[in-house]
């Protein structure tokens, strides 16, 4: 895989282009304040008055109704969340300059048809695969967050270069961008989101603290071991994959991971593991969750009041006020007075 960074950056396709970031959230502000620190000229597309819109403007920045901003913009960058998108993208089409290019950072409303674009414009995706405050972080630091790139439409012949420079300015070079496709992107993203990171990892702890619980031990106890601790092996496996993770730990740990974690996670649990993945790829889950949407989330509320009103929750709540370096720093009397 071909995987681009500063160096392959040779022209800069943005130059002289307008951004306008519709959305300023977690990725639109990280967005927006690294563009605009690599000399891109950005226009904050946001709800008149709302939270956004005021944020946007004490941050510095000109800001616009989001079709106004869209009109004034040669790149549009979608960074409201996904079920936002395919209203705001009715409203804006046909202020979009031809020959303009849309962008998104995940591509969910590109792949499932919920967006179908003018062809007369570019359709891109840069998705920095980490959360805003990170890309933002990360930036200022000198360093950046990988990106992934893929093009849908390319209208103006310039959909790649501008997609990368997009990329090289939110600090996705610096990190490394690689190309896949909205289709790629958005499938191992959801299945990813599901199997894995979200829905694999947050049951997997209730059921092992639920377990421990169930046999009579204190459920502080079970908290640590199943929840707490997890931080310490994910940062591992972070930072120098499974290599470092066994490094690490204990041989007690390795020998039990080698020879008892295959019973876990078996391969039932793979064939279940196909089944979402399945169901992601036919558009089921897709289908699912914009229904979802359009019932007012009777379900997702329901779901949700149940996992976070879970015992683990409570306990866990009770001890993370109990651990000081959790708790945001206050600021000394020196940095206050500057």
Same mark, same amino acid.
């Given at each position: ?6 160096t392959?950056?040779?022209?800069? /396709? ?19 304040? &690294? ?5 891109? &000229?950005?226009?904050?597309? @946001?709800?008149?008055? $709302? ?37 705001l993208? =009715? ?12 962008l998104?950072?995940?591509?969910? &409303? ?46 103006? $012949?310039q @959909? ?15 990190g $490394? ?44 106890? @079970? ?7 997890l ?11 499974? /290599?470092?993770m ?23 649990t ?17 289908r699912?969750?914009?229904?979802? &949407? ?8 329901a779901?949700?009041k /149940?996992r976070? $009103? ?9 001890? =993370? ?18």
């Amino acid at each position: 895989m071909k995987i681009w960074t500063e160096t392959d950056h040779h022209k800069n /396709a943005l130059s002289d282009t307008t951004v306008a970031v519709v959305g300023y959230g977690s990725q639109g502000r990280a967005h927006a304040l &690294n563009l605009a620190d690599s000399g891109v &000229n950005v226009i904050i597309g @946001a709800r008149r008055e $709302g939270a956004s819109w005021k944020r946007a403007e004490i941050e510095g920045f000109a800001v616009a109704e989001p079709a106004e901003a869209a009109e004034r913009a040669g790149l549009v960058a979608m960074l409201v969340p996904d079920m936002a998108q395919p209203e705001l993208y =009715r409203q804006i089409e046909s202020r979009l300059q031809a020959g303009a290019t849309l962008l998104f950072a995940h591509g969910f &409303n590109i792949h499932f048809g919920c967006i179908q674009p003018r062809t007369d414009i570019d359709v891109v995706l840069v998705a920095p695969k980490g959360p805003g405050d990170l890309v933002r972080r990360q930036f200022q630091e000198g360093r950046g967050v990988p990106c992934l790139r893929a093009v849908e439409q390319d209208a103006s $012949g310039q @959909a790649h270069a501008r997609a990368l420079s997009y990329a090289h300015a939110i600090g996705g070079t610096r990190g $490394g961008v690689m190309d896949t496709s909205f289709a790629e992107e958005t499938e191992t993203d959801l299945f990813g989101e599901q199997v894995v990171l979200c829905g694999g990892t947050a049951e997997l702890v209730i059921q092992g603290f639920e377990t421990l619980i169930e046999a009579g031990y204190q459920p502080e106890v @079970a908290y640590f071991e199943c929840l707490h601790e997890l931080k310490l092996i994910v940062d591992l496996l972070h930072e120098g994959g499974m /290599a470092k993770m066994y490094e690490f730990v204990s041989d007690t740990a390795a020998f039990g991971d080698l020879t008892r974690g295959p019973r876990i996670i078996d391969e039932s649990t793979r064939e279940r593991m196909r089944e979402v993945l399945a169901e992601i790829r036919s558009g089921e889950f897709a289908r699912d969750w914009i229904l979802e &949407n359009q019932a007012g989330l009777p379900r997702h509320r329901a779901l949700m009041k /149940a996992r976070t $009103g879970h015992e683990i929750e409570k306990v866990g709540k009770a001890l =993370r006020g109990r651990m000081s370096w959790l708790q945001p720093r206050q600021p000394d009397r020196e940095e206050q007075a500057a």
